[in-house]
């Protein structure tokens, strides 16, 4: 049973750049959220997607940017990056057959490490 | 205030104790509560739900909810060095949505 897969691992990038990150949920899940991680922090929420569409945004910038494709595949995208983004990124997947309340279970992928200079 | 907070650390403990993890959350509709570890540099793995007041045990953990007192907590009972880690209380009030604590650092010392 293949679980959430991520990548890349990890990325470096200048300020100003853009960059894109890849997500592929565990087998049988449909719902994708993506949340930023900084030193010493938890998680914090992106967005998430489901039926291609983003469905909820926690208070992040429009610099920051999703997309679902029909597999449930997702992609985040930054845009004119920060110093403050540097982070990890984390993709969390959930849904298939879990029924009530256990359908919230979410899993995370590995993470993707960008750095910005 | 923080949505989810969490007791500050580090937690130590020696090896064969129990280990006590306290969450407190502000959002009353909350619904879905979770326990994730997170070992340094990797992401995290969720070990316990709880969904009801009460107690839910799986092995050596016990996960405890009273939503009256808006309080979730974490036991690990004979704590083991690889328990070692960064625990992080996630909240749901809607579906998919999880709020997260700063996470406490536990120490298990041989």
């Known amino acids: 049973d293949a679980g959430v897969t991520q990548s890349p691992t990890h990325l470096i990038k200048t300020r100003g750049q853009q960059v894109t990150l890849r997500c592929s949920p565990k087998?049988?899940?449909?719902?994708v959220s993506w949340y930023q991680q900084a030193l010493g922090q938890g998680p914090q929420f992106i967005f998430q997607?489901?039926?291609?569409?983003?469905?909820q945004r926690g208070n992040f910038p429009d610099r920051f940017s999703g997309h679902q494709f029909p597999n449930y595949s997702s992609e985040l995208n930054v845009n004119a990056l920060l110093l403050g983004d540097s982070a990890l990124y984390l993709c969390?997947?959930?849904?298939?057959?879990?029924?009530?309340?256990?359908?919230?279970?979410?899993?995370f992928g590995p993470g993707t490490r960008l750095t910005v200079l | 205030q923080k949505e989810v907070e969490q007791n500050s650390g580090p937690l130590s403990v020696p090896e064969g104790a129990i280990a006590s993890l306290n969450c407190t959350y502000s959002?009353?509709?909350?619904?879905?509560f979770f326990w994730y570890r997170q070992y340094s540099g990797k992401s995290p793995e969720l070990i316990m739900s709880?969904?009801?007041?009460g107690d839910k045990e799986d092995g050596r953990f016990t996960a405890q909810l009273n939503k009256a007192s808006q309080y979730v907590s974490l036991l690990i009972r004979d704590s083991q060095p690889s328990d070692s880690a960064t625990y992080l209380c996630?909240?749901?009030?809607?579906?998919?949505?999880?709020?997260f604590g700063d996470g406490t650092t536990l120490t298990v010392k041989p």
């Open positions: 969390a997947s959930r849904g298939g057959l879990a029924g009530g309340l256990s359908y919230n279970e979410q899993f």
């Open positions: 087998s049988g899940h449909d719902t």
């Open positions: 997607y489901y039926e291609e569409e983003e469905r």
């Open positions: 959002d009353r509709v909350s619904q879905s």
């Open positions: 709880i969904y009801s007041n």
């Open positions: 996630a909240v749901n009030a809607n579906a998919g949505k999880s709020t």
